[in-house]
């Protein structure tokens, strides 16, 4: 069978991008399906301390181990400068090329056999992920689902309805939008921000990740985009 394929953007970096692709596998396993995980680019990598890391968490929420082999799986282009993949790559005088990232994606699917196979882009929408490439380009590569993944602080709801846009404009609408809430005690009332996404979002379900610490969200996303 060939797998469903769920890329993960965001409207911007550090918004809960691993956290909403780590809630989708976890609901998708609590369906009974089986689950594969893909961040093909990851910067800003310690390896000597990668638990904590973007594919560390992944690893961890498919309940696999910690280990180079399955690292090497998910996560081949690692780079240690937090700063943008292509920028990180040419300071280790590395070659990033979005090709073969969107092969790399194309071969672990085809040769998956889970149920669902989750994609995690980097940054936002439209940070660069490779030479010549942004994250989006990477969706257009492998059009598959999508969902977008927004944030709550003080400005997100032009963030995300933003990369909405671009998403509907590029032909490449999300199956749903993943509002997460923000840790910061000063931000704007979650659910008015999350309404006023909903109010402007048109027919695209928007789902709120509070932090209550449930995945409920999660399972109603999976729903949204698949049926
Ligand atoms: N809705 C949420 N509930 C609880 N924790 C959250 C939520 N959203 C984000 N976080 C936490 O905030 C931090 C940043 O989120 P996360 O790492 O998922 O962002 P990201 O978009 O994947 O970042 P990057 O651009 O580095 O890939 C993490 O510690 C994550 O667990
Ligand atoms: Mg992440």
Redesign the pocket.
Known sequence: MTARVLFVA?AH????????ACGLLRAAQDEGWRVEALKPVVSGFDADDWDDS?PGRLLAAMGRRLIEDELEAISPWRFAAPLAPPMAAQIEDRALALQPVIQFCRDRIADSEADLVVV?G??GLMSPIADGGTSLDLLEGLACWSVL?GGAYLGAVSHTLTALEVMVARGEPPGAVIV??S?DPDAPDFMSTVALVAEHAGAVPVIP???DGGFGWAGLALKAVFG
């Not at 970096?13 to 909403?20: D, R, S, V, Y």
């Open positions: 965001g970096t550090e918004i809960g991008k691993t956290h909403a973007d995690e980097v940054g993944v997460s809430q840790a990740a509070s932090r």
